[in-house]
């Protein structure tokens, strides 16, 4: 039992380093550049605009794949954080 328990608490650093490693890799639509977002696949892409949306939008009621369609077909200057507020506004005053 006590090596059980030994070997429990030897391979916990480890798998929570793993974990750790891999939320690096989730990025927030606030980091990224024009460039990583357009190397993000579709659904990645939907995602990010979901997290976006649950943050910084008030109508819950729109869709997450028209935000990431609006970025997709936006290529104004600027950071996407504003880009994907300016598609918000557009897609809000659209409905």
Avoid: N
């Amino acid at each position: 039992m006590a090596g059980m328990l030994l070997a429990l608490l030897t391979a916990q650093p480890v798998a929570h380093g793993a974990a750790a490693e891999s939320g690096a890799d989730d990025a927030s639509l606030l980091y990224l550049s024009s460039g990583d977002w357009a190397r993000q696949s579709t659904p990645r892409k939907v995602a990010l605009a979901a997290d976006f949306m649950r943050i910084f939008c008030t109508d819950q009621r729109m869709s997450a794949a028209s935000l990431a369609d609006c970025l997709d077909r936006d290529k104004a200057d600027g950071a996407l954080f504003e880009r994907a507020m300016a598609c918000v506004g557009a897609l809000s005053a659209g409905r």
